[in-house]
């Protein structure tokens, strides 16, 4: 593996370093190593489509004294868990192009295709991001040695810049193309130029984020509060998306559109504003004022946020301590209660309680899982909310009697990603535990863990939902709820059954194999087709239709957990 280019452009500018008082050939040192485990690693993007590779863990009988556990020898895999990723951006930037395609308005034209790029550069945030800013791990070894803080800071900011430039290229580049070609070099130049500056806002407040809690949260709170914000910034991405492209009602896009105060408060409307301006001549304030702003606004952040990185850096040292959680006792007790519950055999109720303190407790996995549970938690409200804007709003959804309650289905699209997910762990060399423990049934472990999962983070999650969609549309859809989670509840053994099956928590994240993305298309083309029947179903006998798919999807559970997890290999 050759050393990255990009070190080579900066040794033309080691003078500007040298002025800054940073120490340049061990800031280049630091930095060339960041940029080969980059390569190293798997992401989001690459891992969901990566084709099945040898990584996986061979078993024997399961039984004490003739299991074996044995990981298979598996190849490096040093560029391409990167490239696939730019590869998939890239496909995405292509796609989003074809709004320019449509005709209408620079502003509609630029607006489309900024909300749609700076929507995937935040979950890009989300799924890689944050993996690269809130890197600890090369502390313990730098902190002994004579670097200076600065050198550091500047050596983790090239990083970071350097690695978020890589898949803000892949996205923009063919937009940036296809408006050269279609608009003229103007166009382009300007399209390139919001791009770069609406990046860097994704970026600033991203880090900001972060920032302020890391400054108001310490140790094991402070690493949970991680997970709970980027939740929360999923929600905030995917509803700030939705206004945008209600702000951009197709139907009135003409030459003399005139865009509300209101609109212009989206940050990607910003720089659709900064087309009419300078190349259609409108200098009307409506359209200088969020220019500026686009321009202005991302600017004061970065400088303000390079001034925070000494204290950003200090902060970042509580991820490496921790303090005791006051609350574990509690949830030990109901993790046993729960096992209790949910588990017939003394094994199964073993495993269920590890595999429920691994879920509460894995960072690593939290970091990847967490998110989708704030998509999941959005998407059936935005569904609803795009339905409801085909009438008159949501006033027109027929709350008494309509059916549109159904779209809780899609809270159920996490499953795939979360049975995928199950099998990696950063403890994964700990799973040895499956060779020396006397398990009798190994179809006991991944039960255990299933149930766990369902119980630990997709059941309280539809619980949310359910009782909102309740007060909605009434006490009438209960039985209807009950479906909506049985065939929830099946999905999971369903995904396994699916998709390569390996133990939980034994394989490591940065070589993760997740079977590749037909494998997860077929599994939320499955859902769709149970959301299918259960329309069709409650249309054709509307009083008892819904009582005979309880019937039938509580037969599936029976089948799909006990048939599908039945296994002794």
Request: charged content about 15%; proline content about 5%.
């Amino acid at each position: 593996m050759g050393e990255p280019r990009i070190l080579r452009a900066l040794d033309r500018i080691q003078p500007l370093f040298g002025r800054m008082g940073i120490d340049y050939p061990i800031m280049r040192r630091i930095l060339a190593l960041k940029l080969t485990l980059d390569r190293r690693r798997t992401t989001g993007v690459a891992a969901l489509f990566r084709a099945s590779k040898s990584g996986s863990m061979e078993f024997g009988s399961g039984r004490k004294g003739g299991s074996s556990l044995k990981p298979k020898e598996t190849a490096e895999d040093t560029d391409g868990g990167l490239r696939r990723s730019l590869f998939f951006y890239g496909l995405y930037g292509a796609i989003s192009s074809l709004f320019m395609l449509a005709g209408g308005t620079y502003f509609f034209q630029a607006g489309l295709i900024l909300a749609v790029l700076l929507f995937i550069m935040m979950t890009a945030m989300l799924s890689d991001f944050s993996s690269v800013m809130l890197d600890v791990r090369d502390k313990p070894i730098l902190h002994t040695k004579p670097v200076d803080a600065r050198t550091l800071g500047m050596a983790k900011t090239l990083h970071i810049l350097i690695y978020f430039t890589q898949f803000a290229l892949a996205l923009g580049i063919v937009p940036i193309a296809v408006g050269i070609v279609k608009n003229g070099p103007a166009f382009g130049l300007l399209l390139l130029l919001s791009f770069v500056l609406g990046g860097l806002l994704v970026a600033v407040f991203t880090a900001f984020v972060y920032l302020a809690v890391l400054k108001l949260f310490d140790g094991e709170t402070l690493k949970d509060m991680i997970n709970y914000v980027q939740i929360a910034m999923t929600l905030f991405m995917l509803i700030g998306y939705q206004v945008a492209i209600r702000a951009m009602d197709m139907s009135r896009i003409s030459d003399e559109f005139h865009p509300g105060w209101w609109e212009l408060a989206v940050p990607p409307l910003w720089y659709s504003a900064g087309f009419e301006w300078l190349l259609n001549g409108r200098g009307e304030p409506l359209y200088i004022i969020p220019a500026l702003m686009g321009l202005i606004v991302p600017l004061i952040g970065a400088v303000i946020f390079f001034r925070f990185i000494p204290a950003f850096e200090r902060s970042l040292e509580k991820l490496s301590g921790g303090t005791s959680g006051g609350g574990r006792k509690s949830t030990s007790r109901l993790n046993r209660l729960l096992a209790n519950l949910l588990c017939r055999s003394k094994e199964e109720r073993a495993f269920y309680v590890f595999a429920s303190a691994m879920l509460a407790r894995e960072r690593e996995f939290k970091l990847k899982v967490y998110p989708s549970l704030g998509f999941s938690l959005a998407v059936p409200f935005i569904f609803l909310f795009s339905f409801a804007t085909a009438g008159e709003g949501l006033s027109s959804i027929d709350y008494a009697n309509g059916l549109a309650y159904l779209n809780l289905y899609s809270c159920a699209i996490m499953i795939p990603t979360l049975v995928l997910t199950l099998k990696f762990s950063g403890s994964f060399k700990g799973s040895w535990i499956y060779a020396s423990a006397p398990i009798e049934r190994l179809g006991s472990v991944y039960r255990a863990t299933l149930k766990a999962s369902f119980a630990r983070l997709f059941f309280p999650l539809f619980m949310i939902e359910a009782v909102i969609f309740t007060v909605m549309f009434g006490i009438r859809i209960v039985p209807d709820l009950i479906v909506i989670a049985a065939v929830a509840a099946s999905l999971l053994p369903l995904t396994l059954r699916i998709t390569e099956r390996e133990l939980p928590f034994s394989l490591p994240f940065p070589t993760s194999d997740q079977s590749g993305g037909m494998k997860v298309l077929g599994v939320m083309l499955l859902l769709g087709a149970f959301a299918g029947i259960h329309y069709m179903v409650v249309t054709a006998v509307p009083v008892y239709g819904v009582w005979g798919l309880i019937a039938a999807s509580i037969a599936l559970n029976t089948w799909a957990w006990r048939d599908t997890l039945h296994t002794n290999k």
